[in-house]
């Protein structure tokens, strides 16, 4: 990263996601992390070039907002899911917003 893009000065102040796990919900079921891939070059991304949060909201429910930095394209990926743990542990992505304005 010789000259950061906005996304990755974002990245950069955002805490290492694998700080945060396991992420334990309250019927104990663990969230552990996921299989990380760059969205440029559909390359593995590493659990440590992951940072974001999980937020709780609810007893069962997490909210996981992450970035993962690609060593091999220099590119950022951006993950935001809605975890659910009821029997099993179920993800949901959450939809990418627009940032179009209309005219």
Do not use: K
């Not at 996921?34 to 969205?39: E, K, L, T, V």
């Not at 609810?58 to 993950?79: E, F, K, N, P, V």
């Amino acid at each position: 990263m010789s000259h950061p893009s906005p996304e990755q000065l974002e990245w950069m102040q955002c805490p290492p996601l694998n700080y945060q796990l396991p992420y334990t919900f309250e019927n104990g079921l663990n969230f552990n992390g996921f299989n990380a891939q760059c969205s440029g070059c559909h390359q593995p991304i590493e659990l440590e070039q992951l940072r974001g949060s999980l937020s709780a909201i609810g007893l069962d429910r997490c909210l996981l907002s992450a970035r993962g930095y690609c060593d091999a394209c220099d590119g950022i990926t951006c993950y935001d899911f809605i975890l659910t743990a009821t029997d099993q542990l179920n993800v949901e992505p959450l939809p990418r917003q627009s940032t179009t304005q209309p005219l």
